[in-house]
């Protein structure tokens, strides 16, 4: 509105994830990147995450740094060395490869990289696939291109949140894959996202969030078959179409 004569250096830190049941457990990234303006973080390594705020910081524009309460007691396990005493940035938009692989891509938003990484490693050690996780680091600016080379490589593509699948900007990415990158898909992207309900009791979490069996079974029913594997949960389309018909 100011033709960028105003500046806005607001840094806003949201702390999302679980723990605390329906009233501070939703992940509120949908409605953030809903809003034209507004930058949106949500690192899931403590490296990541400092290096990301001092970008947020010396920026000029209003920044929402989500952070999930789920992996505040998670060391850092990717930059050697572990998070460095001096000064960095990391550029947003910018999306990380957290591990190399040439079957299928998992693209990850926030605290769920870890559940991936699992389920990366089971679809390895059992069944020989070799899982291409990418961790999305921000969402606004978003790193399409990183994800693109990505599928131009294996054919296939999930993404876990732990928003609900309803409305998620995981579903937003997912519409976006499709259109540019339809003529290297084996199969359409698939979302791997919370219940469309509210967030229950700690107690029961892990009935509503993600797990890393979850990733597995999505794959197996809707995108490659795994030999030898069977599903944990209902993936079917009755069920799909059941659940929504109950708007959950």
């Not at 957290?98 to 050690?125: H, M, P, Q, S, W």
């Not at 797990?211 to 949960?233: E, F, M, V």
Request: with cysteine; net charge negative; hydrophobic share 40%.
């Amino acid at each position: 509105m100011s033709a960028d004569i105003i500046k806005m250096p607001v840094v806003l830190r949201v702390s999302v994830g679980s723990k605390y049941g329906a009233q501070h457990s939703q992940d509120w990234s949908a409605l953030v990147t809903h809003i034209p303006g507004l930058k949106a973080a949500f690192p899931a390594t403590p490296y990541d995450a400092k290096g990301l705020m001092a970008s947020a910081l010396v920026g000029t524009d209003p920044v929402v740094f989500f952070e999930s309460q789920r992996i505040y007691d998670i060391g850092e396990q990717f930059h050697e060395g572990g998070v460095p005493e001096e000064y960095y940035e990391i550029p947003f938009g910018k999306a990380d490869v957290k591990r190399a692989g040439k079957d299928v891509t998992i693209l990850t938003f926030g605290a769920v990289l870890y559940r991936a990484l699992k389920a990366a490693d089971e679809l390895k050690a059992k069944y020989g696939l070799e899982a291409e996780v990418i961790d999305a680091r921000t969402l606004v600016p978003f790193d399409y291109e990183t994800v693109l080379e990505s599928v131009k490589k294996t054919g296939r593509l999930v993404i876990v949140t732990d928003a609900c699948e309803r409305g998620s900007f995981a579903s937003e990415v997912a519409r976006q894959v499709t259109e540019m990158a339809f003529d290297y898909l084996d199969a359409p992207p698939v979302v791997v996202a919370s219940k469309n309900w509210i967030t229950p009791a700690h107690e029961l979490e892990e009935a509503f969030f993600p797990q890393p069996s979850w990733i597995i079974d999505a794959i197996n029913a809707k995108i490659l078959p795994i030999p030898g594997y069977t599903n944990t949960t209902n993936q079917s389309l009755a069920k799909k179409l059941e659940n929504e018909s109950k708007g959950v």
